[in-house]
């Protein structure tokens, strides 16, 4: 049977670039969006190219509501869930003391409720089926505490997914389900610039997608609760 795997924020960006690799490895995709929905139908065009059988569906994943219905119409068109990428994460690059409470409450609930949520969504089913894999979209730096002057409530996030992480795969290694975290450097150009890499350039796509090839691989069986920076070297708050 063709197995399905969900991105979530798959319009743009790096979950467009998950999603679209994922298709050519075989899965049927489930294209998640909240208001990117002209972004959505283009990707979810092309993905049916090779995956005909893929959908796309609208929910917003900080309320723990609309992450129940997205999955139960999920589940209700195509019965199963064998791999989740919680890609879906806000960024705000500001002051402590510039951020708003709505921006902090955003950036938290966006990075670290939608991926809490929609992981155990899933997992009743995975559990069943004794088989699954959840990869989280985490940070460089992520599993220790960063004290940053201009991204704080996102490395708390991110920091926070990181210890779920850790936990729920040490709960669910007994179920045959699998929880990896893949934590780039940053992937945004306006940010740092190429000097401020050690290897010359900052994280792309392609490095991320690479990783996860290798997770949802047999080769990564026994990889389990693991954090893998794709950085080259870059360290957060040095630069």
């Known amino acids: 049977m063709q197995k ?3 991105v979530t924020g798959s319009a743009k960006g790096l979950g467009r670039a998950i999603a679209l690799a994922l298709a050519s490895f075989g899965y049927i995709l489930v294209v998640h969006y909240h ?29 723990e509501a609309g992450v129940k219905k997205m999955f139960e119409e999920i589940f209700k068109k195509l019965g199963r869930v064998d ?3 919680n890609n879906v994460g806000n960024f705000v690059f500001k002051k402590f003391g510039q951020t708003s409470n709505s921006e902090f409450k955003d950036i938290v609930e966006s990075n670290l409720y939608s991926t809490l949520f929609a992981s155990r969504a899933v997992l009743p089913f995975m559990r069943k089926q004794k088989s699954g ?14 004290l940053l002057e201009k991204s704080t409530p996102y490395f708390l996030a991110k920091t926070a997914v990181y210890t779920i992480t850790k936990v729920m795969a040490w709960e669910e290694a007994r179920n045959g389900i699998h929880v990896n975290m893949i934590s780039p450097a940053s992937l945004a150009t306006d940010i740092f610039s190429s000097r401020d890499f050690p290897m010359g350039r900052s994280a792309s796509y392609d490095d991320v997608v690479k990783v996860l090839k290798f997770l949802i691989s047999s ?6 609760g693991a954090n893998i920076e794709v950085a080259g070297a870059f360290i957060p708050g040095i630069v």
Not at 133 to 146: D, L, P, S, T
């Open 83 to 85: 791999l989740l990428v």
């Open 4 to 6: 399905v795997a969900v």
């Open 219 to 224: 080769e990564a069986d026994y990889v389990n």
């Open 133 to 146: 894999k959840i990869i989280n979209i985490g940070a460089v730096g992520a599993e220790r505490i960063q």
């Open 35 to 63: 208001t990117s929905q002209q972004e959505a139908k283009k990707v979810l065009g092309q993905i049916r190219v090779k995956a005909p059988k893929s959908i796309m569906i609208k929910a917003d994943l900080k309320s």
